[in-house]
């Protein structure tokens, strides 16, 4: 056909001059001169099963090398085709079976403290009940109730919970109590009374002493003695008891205001009064102690209220209170109704251990600082600097931090646990990046993550080692972000293959604990996901041959 008596010839040159096919001047100017006809030519037919199999070898040669050249080729029989391979091959690049393990054993141990616990409450509340029935069947509530406390002071006592992740060191810190080891390697017990308590057996315990606090008034008068009770009951735990007790006491001068029993009314509200002095003279700090406390000077004005109605209803409170100048035997009784001695080491402890965790909190900021400033030398590439301040820290650990929490154990959990959770953050960002130490290059990290085995001289908690991991994944995010300016794919690989493996290990532990771990989950899974669109974008810079700088999404993805 001949398109020069066309129309359509207009509009198809200047097609044809912009294409690849006219390939000189002297093509084009014998397409002004002469008629201009198109042949076309039927294209070579491919067979189905010859582009099938060599699409596949390439898919296959492409998949197993994760720095290949990615490819166009396209076909509707591999599709859809296999996702993107994130992970290394090796399926225990983080093993964290251990921790899951000992993580479910002192779980199953808390869920028995917590039985044990109510069916203590339960008991408690039939003993009362017995107690205002006229004791018609008190005898046989409190051997059930001597039997569960028993119970539950073994249970804490041979607790599984691991107190640190290398079983087969032995150090004070391992069972919460002040210990020593022999030449046979062998430990004995001290003193017994400081450990933290699992589950909430220490409010319980609280409540059997202020149980027992209250029947021991009954039957004296006076305040019960620690030294009359099981010596596995802290201190805080007997002085919880005793200003719980107060409440019963105040509620006690009521029912026997009902009966104008103004003698027995005066004698709790002197009690009330005296313990409120004693308590006095100590330094309550904001916590469970403090808020008990301010409920016994309500305790004593709900006393002196009722002392103030009966005495205008016609009881002659001063003179029941003063005894006509005879000693009644209630004046007998206030003599001797406080165990002055005991109550005042009992102070004295309770001061020194008030000292002991400023004395932490301060030596702690040193430690915490020395870790952070660790962190930020690796950042800097300054690694002789970082070994330098981890050796600090550790120092400052070891012979500052580590005799205060072995003397005593409940200050573990605070400040020192957020200094180990910095150490263990960045002695594994050096080892992520030069291993043991031998040879250092910065464009390529070692990509090492430590196992709880690895920490020898300073050993870890579970909470403390997964606390120092998941802050160690911020630390690499910032390690792909500064390698990804520079181009460096195979680094923001590394980074998101390390984040992505601890993000699924984490996933695998059946239940974390407590302390904040479960808020670092869903930060994580959202730095997985930049570093996915990182490396995205990398591709495309790699594709395209344009030095452009890649832009991280910072906007959350809705799950």
Same mark, same amino acid.
């Given at each position: 056909m001949n398109l020069l008596r066309s129309g359509c010839l207009n509009n198809l040159l200047p097609i044809l001059l912009k294409s690849s096919f006219i390939a000189s001047p002297s093509l084009t100017a014998r397409a002004f001169s002469q008629p201009l006809f198109l042949q076309f030519k039927p294209k070579p037919v491919i067979s189905i099963n010859t582009f099938t199999s060599t699409f596949t070898s390439t898919s296959l040669q492409s998949s197993t090398n994760m720095d290949a050249e990615p490819t166009s080729t396209t076909s509707t029989a591999s599709i859809p085709a296999s996702p993107y391979r994130y992970l290394f091959d090796q399926p225990d690049f983080l093993d964290l079976t251990d921790i899951n393990t000992l993580l479910s054993t002192a779980d199953a141990n808390r869920q028995v403290g917590y039985d044990l616990s109510s069916n203590i409450k339960s008991s408690l509340l039939n003993n009362r009940a017995? !107690?205002?029935?006229?004791?018609?069947?008190? @005898?046989?509530?409190?051997?059930?109730?001597?039997? !569960?406390?028993?119970?539950? /002071?073994?249970? #804490?006592?041979?607790?599984?919970?691991?107190?640190?992740?290398?079983? $087969?060191t032995v150090t004070v810190a391992d069972a919460g109590t002040e210990m020593e080891t022999d030449a046979?390697?062998?430990?004995?017990?001290?003193?017994?009374?400081?450990?933290?308590? %699992?589950?909430?057996?220490?409010?319980?315990? =609280?409540?059997?002493?202020r149980y027992k606090a209250y029947m021991h008034f009954l039957k004296e008068g006076t305040l019960i003695p620690?030294?009359?009770?099981?010596?596995?009951?802290?201190?805080?735990? &007997?002085?919880?008891?005793?200003? @719980?007790?107060?409440? $019963?006491?105040?509620?006690?001068?009521?029912?026997?205001?009902t009966e104008r029993d103004v003698a027995s009314v005066l004698l709790a509200r002197d009690l009330v009064s005296k313990v409120l002095d004693h308590l006095m003279e100590y330094d309550f700090r904001n916590g469970n102690l403090r808020r008990k406390y301010d409920g016994v000077k309500y305790a004593l004005k709900t006393c002196e209220t009722v002392l103030y109605e009966l005495s205008v209803t016609g009881c002659d409170v001063y003179a029941v209170e003063k005894g006509d100048g005879k000693e009644t035997k209630r004046a007998k009784i206030a003599k001797d109704d406080m165990p002055e001695e005991e109550l005042k080491s009992l102070c004295k402890r309770m001061a020194h251990r008030d000292e002991l965790r400023e004395a932490l909190i301060k030596k702690s900021r040193d430690g915490q600082k020395a870790a952070k400033q660790a962190i930020y030398a690796l950042h800097r590439e300054d690694f002789e600097g970082a070994e330098r301040l981890i050796?600090?820290?550790?120092?400052? +650990?070891?012979?500052?931090?580590?005799? %205060?929490?072995?003397?005593?154990?409940?200050?573990?959990?605070?400040?020192?646990?957020?200094?180990?959770?910095? &150490?263990?953050?960045? *002695?594994?960002?050096?080892?992520? !990046?030069?291993?043991?130490?031998?040879?250092?290059? +910065?464009? *390529?990290?070692?990509?090492?993550?430590? /196992?709880?085995? #690895?920490?020898?001289?300073?050993?870890?908690?579970?909470?403390? &080692? /997964?606390?120092?991991?998941?802050?160690?994944? =911020?630390?690499?995010?910032?390690?792909? +972000?500064?390698?990804?300016?520079?181009?460096?794919?195979?680094?923001?690989?590394?980074? !998101?293959?390390?984040?992505?493996?601890?993000l699924y290990a984490l996933q695998n532990i059946n239940k974390l604990p407590g302390g904040g771990l479960g808020k670092k989950i869903d930060p994580l899974r959202r730095s997985v996901e930049k570093l996915e669109r990182m490396l995205y974008e990398l591709s495309l810079v790699k594709a395209t041959g344009r030095n452009v700088v890649a832009a991280i999404n910072d906007t959350e993805s809705p799950e």
């Open positions: 017995a !107690l205002e029935r006229n004791n018609q069947d008190g @005898t046989s509530q409190q051997e059930i109730l001597e039997k !569960l406390i028993l119970q539950a /002071l073994a249970l #804490d006592e041979d607790e599984d919970e691991p107190k640190q992740m290398k079983m $087969d046979n390697n062998t430990t004995t017990k001290q003193a017994r009374g400081k450990k933290p308590r %699992i589950a909430n057996l220490s409010l319980t315990f =609280g409540d059997y002493i620690q030294s009359s009770l099981n010596e596995s009951f802290t201190d805080e735990e &007997y002085l919880s008891g005793i200003i @719980t007790m107060n409440h $019963d006491l105040a509620r006690y001068a009521i029912g026997r205001a050796a600090s820290c550790e120092k400052c +650990v070891i012979e500052e931090l580590n005799p %205060i929490v072995d003397e005593e154990p409940q200050l573990r959990h605070g400040s020192f646990a957020n200094v180990l959770e910095e &150490y263990a953050e960045a *002695k594994m960002f050096y080892a992520w !990046l030069v291993g043991d130490g031998s040879s250092i290059d +910065v464009s *390529k990290p070692k990509g090492q993550i430590l /196992l709880p085995s #690895d920490f020898i001289k300073i050993p870890l908690q579970p909470i403390e &080692y /997964l606390g120092g991991l998941c802050d160690l994944t =911020g630390e690499v995010g910032r390690f792909a +972000v500064k390698r990804g300016t520079q181009r460096d794919t195979p680094g923001v690989k590394l980074s !998101l293959e390390t984040d992505t493996s601890i």
